[in-house]
């Protein structure tokens, strides 16, 4: 068949765009649960939980489309990244799951309340953490032969992507704090004010440690960093310019600036993230053309998301839009 | 003992996708009751009608919430554990998953807010709008799933290509031989169920004399539904079951137990089908009742499994028994559906104290005959994952071991039980209130908030209050 599109490039920036999407809305009310433990009472919970509620099922949808996309759009990815990373796969799911279960048991709940507390705190933080593993063993490259993954089951764990596991519960725990400010008032946003500075300086030394060690890790990230001076340095500066701004703001007592920052500092450094490893999909063997699936299979779907997606934004806009504002006192009413 | 990571792949499969089936069955069916309901409310102005619909709405959230969070496993299940089928489909899988997600999943959750707790926010008109594109979304999502299943029965419109499918047709792919007849004999399936768990529920209503006009009028159209769908289900499944005949004869063979190609075969009744020795035990049977319903003929000749090697005839025991679970339970239904209509006149249908407590009883049935189908539909597929061209061998995960197998199926065991018995027991929480909670005027206390599914429903998760 005739492509006079290169269907693939396009495929990669609507994937890129849905798990930007995905890391960014599910980001805040994941961090809700990271903070969760750590709230001081049950009414900073209560909150907590309501600043959410009504728009984390929408958020979590976005993640069953990005299964689905790449299997349509890069099913090596696919075909590779969910065996090799089986267990990780197994705790993120179980984690969502006693999450979603307990956003909905805990307000039903009185006595057993606290069992929620915990299934939501708890779910919230394996799962974070396995998503940030998942980006770690994503820079490391798998153990890839003939298109399967061949290397064993517990491969994707390194200090490395402990690390990178726990960089993304402390970039969550931030977005979370920061979206929180702009949720709430009184106590709970006093102590938001609180906690965002100490998370700001946990993210920064987790994301100082990941760039040192990244290049150790692949060399190719190295020459593509440091053989000539590239654009690409203008991503980190970015990103610290994001980190410079959230800490300004906080001090300054903004409230919508430091959730804004924090989703710059979060974007430029997922950019950078893929300016490292473009065109690498499944490191670090195969390059996005080498996963993509048939140019009639991506046509076919790209068709119906062109006419489906923009619908989706704005019903997702819509509801935003129709639970703007403060959380009050015991939530929306 | 070495650890299989096939037969506990498999076992693993069956145990999250089963789990699975039971909600979305109840809710497709259970959406277009709620639709109904509505529909008659606005258009009759009834208060009746609205009682029942929000007490059953409330059902529904919760329901709806299990469908969710199992469904989200399944959507990764394919990746884990089957990642050879997977890549090898994928042309065809994703681009299918993803409209599914597209078509159905954003448009459900869209238009369940609106339809949990739109009704004082919005006109009756948008109210009755957004349950019919919860219905609608629902059948959207039944469309795109049983497609891919369809085709892994009577593969059609694909081309094999150094071990990738690749899509010849579009339309042959999605609309495959048996699409069709396991589309109706589904959404039979679903009505079924939504009909026997609302006849039995307000039977139970009935039976303590509580709501008694709105509960009265449930169970009256529930059975009206039962009389009508229960006999239909049959005809199709016979359909359906013809169409299987042609396309998958081993599996056909193994729901009738059927060892040797021949004539006049009897339909058993009884009988304990012994792969290794390659015969029944205890047979009993009416003689050449198979071949006729198979054939239209009392001597027509039915392949029997020894045409194919030992190694692909599938677990004929698992599939002769589950087969007749299914139809037993489908006959009942008829007979429960014709029982109700010979106490109709004067009303004794809500009288006779053993049909309603029949009628509790049976709310159940549905829920095991669609998992007997399904696994007949499935377990006689076996050994292809897509019949006649890829066995489960070959779909496996090649880096799975028996040990990663086995801890995530404990694993999903466990977080299941757990999830599965907290929801249960709201449930039945949810009916003790009745329709008298869901209607009492409640102030929203500080543990209410809107947009989510659970919050449609009132009851409280321990104590009465
Ligand atoms: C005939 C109907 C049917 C069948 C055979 C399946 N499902 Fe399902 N599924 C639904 C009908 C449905 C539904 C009625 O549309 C659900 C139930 C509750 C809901 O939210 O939508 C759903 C929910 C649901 C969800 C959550 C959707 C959300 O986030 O809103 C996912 C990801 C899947 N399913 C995926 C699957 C997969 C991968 C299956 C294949 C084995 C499968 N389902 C079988
Ligand atoms: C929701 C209703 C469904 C139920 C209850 C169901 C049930 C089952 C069962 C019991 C098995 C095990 C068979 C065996 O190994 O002996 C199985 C296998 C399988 N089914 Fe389904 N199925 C359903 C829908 C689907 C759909 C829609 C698909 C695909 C799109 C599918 C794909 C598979 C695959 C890949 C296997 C092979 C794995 C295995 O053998 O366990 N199933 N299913
Ligand atoms: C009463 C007579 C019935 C007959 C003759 C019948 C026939 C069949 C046949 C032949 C199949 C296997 C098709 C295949 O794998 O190719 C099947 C599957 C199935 N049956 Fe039935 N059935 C009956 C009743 C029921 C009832 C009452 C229910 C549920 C309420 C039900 C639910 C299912 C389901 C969910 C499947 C699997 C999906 C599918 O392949 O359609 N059946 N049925």
Redo the contacts with the bound molecule.
């Keep these: 068949m005739a492509q006079p599109f290169d269907l693939t490039l396009i495929w990669a920036g609507i994937i890129a765009f849905g798990v930007m999407m995905y890391v960014l809305m599910d980001g805040f009310d994941l961090g809700q649960g990271i903070l969760f433990p750590f709230a001081p009472t049950e009414h900073h919970r209560d909150v907590m939980m309501n600043s959410v509620a009504p728009v984390w099922d929408g958020n979590e949808t976005w993640l069953v489309l990005g299964g689905a996309g790449l299997l349509a759009a890069f099913p090596l990815v696919y075909a590779v990244f969910l065996p090799a990373l089986y267990i990780g796969v197994f705790l993120l799911l179980a984690g969502l799951i006693f999450r979603g279960v307990a956003f909905e048991f805990r307000f039903k709940a009185k006595t057993s309340r606290y069992l929620w507390n915990w299934a939501f705190a708890g779910g919230s933080i394996v799962a974070s953490f396995a998503q940030g593993a998942v980006v770690g063993a994503y820079i490391q490259g798998f153990a890839t032969e003939n298109f399967r993954y061949v290397g064993g089951a517990l491969d994707w764990l390194t200090p490395f992507t402990v690390i990178t596991g726990l960089g993304l519960v402390a970039g969550y725990a931030l977005l979370g704090a920061t979206w929180l400010i702009m949720k709430s008032e009184g106590e709970v946003q006093q102590w938001a004010y609180k906690i965002a500075p100490r998370l700001l300086l946990a993210v920064l030394v987790v994301f100082a440690v990941i760039s040192v060690y990244t290049p150790f890790v692949d060399a190719r990230v190295m020459s593509r960093w440091f053989d000539s001076f590239s654009l690409l340095w203008i991503l980190p500066v970015l990103a610290m310019y994001c980190a410079w701004v959230i800490y300004s703001s906080l001090k300054q007592k903004r409230e919508g600036t430091p959730f804004v920052a924090t989703m710059g500092l979060f974007l430029f450094t997922y950019l950078g993230l893929l300016g490292s490893k473009w065109p690498y999909m499944v490191p670090p063997n195969y390059t996005l053309w080498d996963a993509a699936s048939d140019y009639s299979s991506q046509l076919f779907l790209l068709l119906g998301f062109l006419f489906v997606i923009p619908i989706v934004l704005a019903y997702t806009a819509w509801t935003y839009w129709v639970f703007r504002g403060k959380v009050k006192q015991g939530g929306y009413h | 003992m070495e650890l299989d990571p096939l037969l506990l792949?498999?076992?693993q499969?069956?145990f999250v996708?089963?789990f699975?089936?039971i909600f979305?069955v109840f809710t497709i069916g259970l959406a277009s009751f709620i639709a109904v309901l509505e529909t008659l409310s606005f258009k009759t102005g009834n208060p009746l009608w609205q009682q029942l619909s929000k007490f059953w709405i409330q059902v529904f959230a919760v329901v709806f919430g299990m469908g969710v969070v199992s469904g989200i496993v399944m959507s990764f299940q394919?990746g884990t554990n089957?990642s050879n089928?997977a890549y090898a489909t994928a042309n065809f899988?994703g681009p299918v998953l993803s409209y599914e997600v597209v078509t159905a999943f954003f448009l459900e959750a869209a238009f369940l807010g609106v339809l949990l707790f739109g009704r004082d926010k919005v006109p009756q008109g948008v109210h009755l709008f957004a349950a019919i594109m919860v219905a609608t979304g629902t059948f959207i999502s039944s469309f795109w799933?049983?497609s891919?299943?369809s085709l892994?029965q009577t593969p059609a419109g694909l081309e094999l290509r150094d071990g990738m499918y690749y899509v010849a047709s579009w339309s042959e792919a999605l609309f495959t031989a048996s699409f069709g007849y396991r589309f109706l004999h589904m959404a039979l399936a679903s009505f079924l169920t939504a009909a026997l768990v609302v006849a039995g529920v307000s039977a139970w209503f009935v039976l303590q004399k509580r709501e008694f006009d709105a509960n009265r009028k449930a169970l009256s159209i529930a059975l009206w539904m039962l009389l009508l769908l229960a006999p239909l289900q049959a005809v199709v499944g016979d359909f359906h079951g013809l169409n299987t005949l042609k396309h998958q004869p081993m599996k056909v063979a193994a729901m009738e137990g059927n060892w040797e190609t021949r004539e006049g075969v009897p339909l058993l009744l009884f009988a304990i089908p012994d792969k290794e020795q390659q015969q029944n035990h205890f047979e009993l049977g009416i003689p050449k009742l198979a071949s006729f319903i198979l054939t239209h003929d009392w001597n027509g000749t039915v392949p029997g499994l020894k045409e194919v090697p030992v190694e692909e005839q599938p677990?004929v025991f698992?599939v002769f028994w589950s087969f007749r679970v299914m139809v037993g339970l489908g006959l009942l239904m008829i007979a429960v559906g014709v029982w109700g209509l010979v106490l109709r006149p004067g009303g004794r249908y809500y009288r006779s104290v053993a049909f309603l407590q029949t009628l509790r009883l049976m709310s159940i049935s549905p829920f095991l005959a669609?998992?007997a189908g399904?696994?007949v539909?499935?377990?006689g597929r076996?050994p292809w994952?897509i019949y006649g061209q890829m066995t489960?061998a070959q779909?496996l995960t090649p880096s799975l071991t028996g040990g990663m197998a086995l801890f995530t199926l404990i694993g999903y065991v466990v977080v299941y039980s757990l999830v599965f018995s907290s929801g249960v027991y709201y449930l039945l929480k949810v009916f003790r209130g009745g329709l008298e909670k869901a209607n009492a005027p409640h102030e929203m206390d500080e543990v209410e908030r809107p947009m989510r599914p659970f919050s449609a429903a009132h009851a409280s998760l321990e104590g009465d209050k």
Excluded: D, K, Y
């Design positions: 792949s498999r076992i499969f069956a996708v089963c699975h089936a979305p394919f089957w089928f899988l799933i049983l891919a299943n892994m677990p698992i669609v998992l399904w696994v539909t499935e377990t076996a994952l489960h779909g």
